[in-house]
C-alpha cells in the first residue's frame, strides 16, 4: 500500500507513477493529517511511504503522524523521498522510527525533483523542471522494480555533511524558520478558501472572506504555491516568484 503526503505535486507525482508501475494501492495522507485520523490502514502488501525531505528528513508531522498510526498487515516499510537533491542522513531517522513503531525499515530512496521551497530559493525554470522530471522518472521505474520483487531498496552510507544536514541543520530550519511567522494574503486574494483546505495542519482559517495564518505551521508551502490567484506571500522573500506545481499538465504534455 502506498501511503503518501503532497504539498505541491511531487511526491503525489512519484506516488502515482510508483502505483502504475507496481498495480498497489495509494492512499493520500492529507486528509488523515488535517482530521488528525490514526486509521486504521490495512494491507497485507509493504507499507510504502511516499514523502517529501523537509531539511534534510520527512516532515515533523508525518514522522508523528506514522509514529501513532494504526497500520495493520504487513509490518514492512519502504520510504521514498522526493528532495531538492538529496535526502541528507534521513534514513537513519526512518529507521528508528520503524523500531520504535515495529516496523522492518526495507530501504530508502531519494529521488531529487524541482525545488519548491521558494521561501529560501529562487522558482525552477521550466527547463530545470524537464530536466528533473527526466530523470525522476526512470529512477521510479527502477525503485517500482525494487517493490514488486520484495527486495530492499539499497543504502548508502551516510557522510559527516550528511549527518549536519539531516541532524543540526534540520533542528535549525524548524527553530529559525518554521517557528517565524509570515505568510498573508495580498489584494489578490479572492477569499475561494483553497489555502485553508489543503493546510496539512489546520493553521489556515478564513475570517471575513480572508485567510488568517496561525502558530502552527510547518511550511510546506501548499497554500504560497498553490493558490489559484498567487495571492499568498512569505514576508518579502517570495514577491514576483513564479509558483511551482507539480500537476497534470506536466505528465500529460511531456511524457
Not at 475561494?192 to 480572508?210: D, E, T, Y
Amino acid at each position: 500500500m502506498i501511503l503518501y503526503y503532497s504539498a505541491t505535486g511531487n511526491s503525489r507525482y512519484a506516488a502515482q507513477a510508483l502505483r502504475s508501475l507496481t498495480g498497489d494501492g495509494c492512499i493520500d495522507l492529507l486528509p488523515y493529517l488535517r482530521s488528525r485520523s490514526r486509521g486504521p490502514i490495512s494491507s497485507q502488501r509493504p507499507f510504502v511511504f511516499v514523502l517529501p525531505t523537509y531539511a534534510w528528513r520527512i516532515p515533523r508531522m508525518a514522522a508523528e503522524w506514522v509514529e501513532r498510526a494504526e497500520l495493520q498487515g504487513s509490518r514492512q516499510a519502504y520510504f521514498v523521498l522526493t528532495c531538492g537533491e538529496e535526502a541528507g542522513n534521513a534514513a537513519a531517522y526512518l529507521k528508528r522510527l520503524c523500531r520504535q513503531k515495529g516496523l522492518q525499515f526495507c530501504g530508502m530512496a531519494a529521488v531529487p525533483m524541482p525545488d519548491n521551497y521558494l521561501i529560501l530559493f529562487p522558482s525552477p525554470a521550466q527547463e530545470e523542471i524537464d530536466a528533473a522530471m527526466g530523470k525522476a522518472a526512470p529512477l521510479l521505474k527502477r525503485i517500482a522494480a525494487l517493490l514488486v520483487e520484495g527486495e530492499p531498496l539499497p543504502e548508502q552510507e551516510a557522510s559527516l555533511l550528511d549527518k549536519l544536514k539531516s541532524g543540526p541543520v534540520n533542528r535549525l530550519f524548524y527553530t529559525f524558520f518554521v517557528t517565524r511567522p509570515g505568510f498573508y494574503a495580498t489584494s489578490a486574494c479572492v477569499g475561494c478558501g483553497q489555502c485553508a483546505s489543503l493546510c496539512p495542519k489546520n493553521n489556515i482559517v478564513m475570517q471575513g472572506g480572508r485567510p488568517q495564518w496561525g502558530t502552527d505551521c510547518t511550511h510546506c508551502t501548499a497554500c504560497l504555491n498553490l493558490c489559484p490567484t498567487a495571492a499568498v506571500e512569505y514576508r518579502k522573500k517570495t514577491q514576483g516568484k513564479p509558483r511551482y506545481h507539480c500537476g497534470e499538465v506536466w505528465r500529460q504534455d511531456k511524457q
